[in-house]
């Protein structure tokens, strides 16, 4: 697509439920990340992918997040039993990784995740 | 201490001023140097990329970065109502992994 696409835009869930969230990348881009920002704050690293390399997954905050991606394509983000600290907007992005020379990212326009 | 440092503001100005975002990092690997504007309930999109020091112009905004002072620069001249927005720096080493700034919110006031 022309952009990174995320799904759904807003969440609201309850306690102790788990979400799933969905990143679809842009076409062609090797690298994708995860990123979570609480209101106020800025982002704060989760899960990296870069082709078909081990993630980097040195972000998660917990045993409770976890994420796949499909080779080059999409990606979901997993929180299970969800906590309401958790609440925050879940950024997506992706990049060129090691096959362009400018390695700025692409965002998404985030998940909203509210934990009530 | 946080590897990046970055004044949140609320930073508020009359529109037409000059606008001076600033970072401060510790990490020296770091040289690879990015500004992003995140507008309200949007992903951040990526305004000014800098390697290494120097400076980078580009219509009315200028990136400095001055790695002996690990302290990076982000100007805005003639500051529009449009730029009202929350700036984070970025930066990273030989990775992938981007490092961000807390973010500055900007006000332009028209």
Partial sequence: GAGVSQSPSNKVT?????????????????????????????????????????????????????????????????????????SAVYLCASSLGYRGGNYGYTFGSGTRLTVV | QKEVEQDPGPLSVPEG???????????????????YRQY?????????????????????????????????SLFIRDSQPSDSATYLCAMRGGGNKLVFGAGTILRVKS
Avoid at chain 2, 42 to 70: C, H, I, W
Wanted: hydrophobic share 30%.
């Fill in chain 1, 14 to 86: 309850e306690k102790g439920k788990d979400v799933e969230l969905r990143c679809d990348p842009i076409s062609g881009h090797t690298a994708l990340y995860w990123y979570r920002q609480r209101l106020g704050q800025g982002l704060e690293f989760l899960i990296y992918f870069q082709g078909n390399s081990a993630p980097d997954k040195s972000g998660l905050p917990s045993d409770r997040f976890s994420a796949e991606r499909t080779g080059e394509s999409v990606s979901t983000l997993t929180i299970q039993r969800t906590q309401q600290e958790d």
């Fill in chain 2, 17 to 35: 001023a000059i606008v001076s975002l600033n970072c401060t990092y510790s990490n020296s690997a770091f040289q690879y140097f990015m500004w």
């Fill in chain 2, 40 to 72: 309200s309930r949007k992903g951040p999109e990526l305004l000014m990329y800098t390697y290494s020091s120097g400076n980078k112009e580009d219509g009315r905004f200028t990136a400095q970065v001055d790695k002996s002072s690990k302290y990076i």
